[in-house]
């Protein structure tokens, strides 16, 4: 025992510390190495997200563009309308954001803000900027002269809401829901409800394209490991070859094919299976987006299967069948579950891929086919709503995350096999 | 089940993978019940073949294999109801050792309450009784060859063959598992065929070895029998060790042959498959049955030796000479008092009878 203790104390320094010494040296210089990627994925990945995250709750423009105000608002318990102090310095900042220049601090800005919460208020706030100078106190009743939109008080509970600078209002509205005038959170109008049945069909959709690729792939991949080399070499090459094609020729070529003047329409009605005028229309739907995103993500299923499955020693089997299983029972017990853990990684890799899939969707999936992050897209390039367009795509993110959370729960990440 | 028939009889059974090349190219084997047949061989030479046609894992290009007298080219190995044993055990890794001894009775569909007598009975006899709720991988290589054996017979299959089932384990653990098996097949009155390249396995387990070498079984029989009366020169070689002189057959006379070494000494030796005067034979010779400085006229074979190496071997010394032109003759001497007397570069007499000298094929 006590010859124990000295080896692990010498001059009063653990045998812990000592070989912490020993092997700084290295420690730093692996750390060292890594310092690149590190630097990397913080520039391209925690900073955009965070970046993203930030926006989607962010909300600054009342308090840039009338300061004074978003502070005075605060005071005002909500009813009837603010009193004429408030008033006043709204005028008052009203004055100043005219004159101001500088982007995400001008009146329009402004007015862009509220027209989201009340559809038509945009020009209220531009044309009520130009005579703000002239006004005068009473302020009050001046303002409602210029426009009597100043007496509805939604708009100042959604001055005062919005002077806040840190909002839940663009989750809300990315699952459907909005304050109505008293400032509750309601269910958004029927028109605008289109974001949770978007998120819904995308995991549809996507889980809908998973399950085909396991079904595709399954086989393949088992036929893949128990070829001999060189059959099983050529065969992958015909795996792997959508990856080596681009994105967008795979995607276009699909339309050619399924198009309703396309390749299988013509051959049905060529073979008499359909009338001329009765053509099927396979792409610009749901339809379209599935075929072609099984055939784009369909090798993320083959590859993981297979390197588990070439793992598998086929003594396996013949030992189940030795003792007396039928093939199809040796397959389920046996087989099966050996190749669990390739099935769980190329599950998880196509449903989380097909989740935020772009581009097909975009080009073949018309209207009915668009997914969740065709609407990110939308809001990110044509309607600039970026706060919406980060509230979703932080839901997204959030959703998968969820998915990967409960795939370890009842897997188990260790078991995964990416190949 | 009629007792006349033997359990398995191979019947010219042949068999090649790509159509060119016969693998095995006329097998003829009838196993009895109770038996324990090892087929010996170099790696290669066909015999795992052979098991896998039995066990149905592999057709037969020609030829009839007989279970109980039943032909069974046709039947599935599902079907054959023949306990296996895998070089690398195949212990199904996603199940608990009693799942994995459950198997194949679950596959029966034999009720839960037999099947966990029969899985804790299985247990208790190769002593893995408090293993059951382990995964194979965390036992080590001996208890997985263990449960391996009593997956194999737990749904008390009249044969069970083994497919060199002990090449993974270390040097003693493998003797123990040999003696293991050996007692379980004779306490459980099984019928065994076993494959195996290591022949102290094959000699110490086996009633009956068949010597494979390229596709041909060489010589089927007791290993005593194999030992001691080596068919041809492969057989004697590749059992134990063997001293070769090549000669040329001088006189034949009756049982003895006389032969006349390639150096000119003239050896009498027992005819084994030797037929006519002027054929080239070859003589093997037990490196434990040749005897130092015999007394006159013991030994018909007495010849001038001259010590080359001794090397030490705790209960023997391995000594090399130089004898009847040949440089590597090797004998093993008892480590005694009578014989200090070796001492490398120094000549010896040394000598051998008739019957341990044997004239085989050239």
Redesign the interface.
């Known amino acids: 025992m006590s010859s124990t203790t000295e080896i692990l104390e010498q001059d009063g320094v653990s045998l812990k510390a000592r070989l912490a010494k020993a092997t700084a040296v290295q420690k730093k210089r692996a750390l060292l190495l890594t310092m690149p990627l590190v630097i990397f994925l913080i520039v391209s990945f925690v900073m955009p997200i965070g970046q993203m995250l930030w926006r989607s709750v962010n909300n600054p423009t009342v308090s840039n563009v009338v300061p004074n105000f978003a502070i005075a608002i605060q005071q005002w318990d909500g009813k009837d309308l603010p009193p004429e102090s408030v008033f006043k310095i709204f005028v008052e900042d009203l004055v100043i954001a005219k004159k101001n220049r500088e982007i995400g601090k001008t009146v329009g800005n402004l007015a862009t803000r509220i027209n989201y919460d009340i559809p038509g208020s945009r020009s209220l706030f531009t044309s009520t900027a130009r005579k703000a100078k002239k006004l005068k106190a009473p302020f009050k009743k001046s303002l409602i002269k210029v426009n009597k939109k100043w007496k509805n008080p939604a708009l100042w509970l959604s001055l005062k809401r919005n002077a806040k600078d840190i909002t839940p209002a663009f989750y809300l509205a990315a699952m459907d829901l909005k304050y109505n005038e008293k400032g509750d959170i309601v269910k958004a109008d029927k028109l605008y409800q289109i974001y949770l049945s978007n998120f819904i069909k995308t995991i549809n959709l996507s889980a809908i394209i998973t399950a085909i690729c396991i079904v595709l792939a399954y086989p393949v991949a088992y036929v893949l490991s128990i070829l001999p080399l060189r059959q099983s070499n050529l065969l992958m090459i015909f795996v792997l070859l959508p990856f080596w094609t681009s994105l967008l020729v795979r995607t276009t070529a699909w339309i050619a094919i399924l198009q309703t003047e396309g390749v299988i329409n013509d051959i049905l009605v060529f073979l008499g299976f359909l009338s001329d005028d009765g053509r099927v229309q396979m792409i610009y739907n749901q339809t379209g987006t599935i075929v072609a995103m099984v055939h784009i993500l369909l090798p993320f299923m083959v590859l993981p299967l297979y390197s588990v499955m070439k793992t598998i020693s086929p003594t396996y089997m013949k030992a189940a069948l030795s003792m007396g299983a039928k093939k199809s029972y040796a397959l389920r017990k046996v087989y099966l579950p050996l190749t669990l853990p390739g099935l769980g990684a190329g599950t998880l890799l196509v449903f989380i891929l097909a989740i935020g899939y772009y581009i097909t969707p975009a080009l073949v999936g018309g209207e009915d086919g668009l997914l969740i992050s065709n609407l990110i897209a939308y809001h990110i390039q044509k309607s600039l709503n970026w706060s919406l367009g980060a509230a979703l795509g932080t839901i997204l993110l959030v959703t998968v995350l969820i998915l990967y959370w409960l795939y370890n729960k009842i897997i188990g990440i260790d078991n995964l096999k990416f190949g | 089940m009629s007792t006349n028939e033997p359990l398995v009889r191979f019947e010219n059974v042949q068999k090649s993978y790509d159509g060119e090349i016969l693998v095995v190219k006329d097998f003829n084997l009838d196993v009895e019940h109770g038996e324990f047949v090892t087929m010996l061989g170099p790696s290669g030479s066909g015999k795992t073949t052979c098991l896998m046609m039995l ?3 592999e057709p037969a290009t020609n030829g009839n294999i007989y279970l109980n007298g039943k032909p069974i080219n046709n039947v ?9 044993v ?3 055990y ?1 212990l ?3 199940m608990t050792v009693a799942e994995n001894l459950a ?2 009775l679950e ?2 569909n034999i009720g839960k309450a037999e099947r966990e007598e029969r899985v804790n009975r299985a247990l208790d006899m190769v002593r893995l009784g408090d293993f059951g709720n382990r995964r194979p991988a965390q036992l080590s290589g001996g208890q997985q060859q263990r449960v391996a054996v009593a ?2 017979l737990i ?1 008390d299959p009249e044969l069970v ?1 083994m497919d060199e089932p002990l090449g993974a384990l270390d040097k003693n653990l493998r003797e123990q598992m040999q003696y293991e098996i050996k007692h379980l097949h004779e306490s459980l009155g099984l019928t065994v065929m076993y494959v195996t390249h290591d022949q102290t396995e094959a000699l110490t387990m086996s009633n009956r070895i068949a010597v494979f070498d390229d596709g041909v079984v060489q010589q089927c029989a007791s290993p005593s029998k194999l030992y001691e009366r080596p068919d041809n020169a492969f057989v004697a070689n590749f059992i134990g060790e063997n001293n070769r002189l090549m000669g040329t057959v001088e006189a034949i006379n009756g049982e003895n042959a006389t032969v006349k070494t390639d150096s000119g000494d003239i050896v009498v030796a027992t005819k084994i498959n030797v037929s006519s005067v002027g054929e080239r034979t070859t003589l093997s010779l037990r490196p434990e049955r040749i005897f130092i400085s015999p007394e006159d006229n013991k030994t018909p074979n007495t010849y001038s030796a001259m010590v080359k190496e001794l090397i030490y071997h705790g209960d023997h010394i391995r000594t090399r000479f130089s004898v009847c032109g040949d440089d590597d003759f090797i004998v093993k001497v008892p480590n005694s008092a009578d014989n200090t007397s070796l001492i490398e570069g120094k000549e010896v007499n040394i000598g051998w009878m008739s019957e341990d000298c044997l004239a085989l094929d050239g």
Do not use: Y
């Not at chain 2, 599902?78 to 296996?84: A, Q, T």
């Open positions: 066990a149905g894992f599935p190995p599902h079907k054959r109801g023949i306990g296996m895998f070089q690398n195949a199904f890794p996603h198997f194949p596959v029966r997956r194999s749904f063959l």
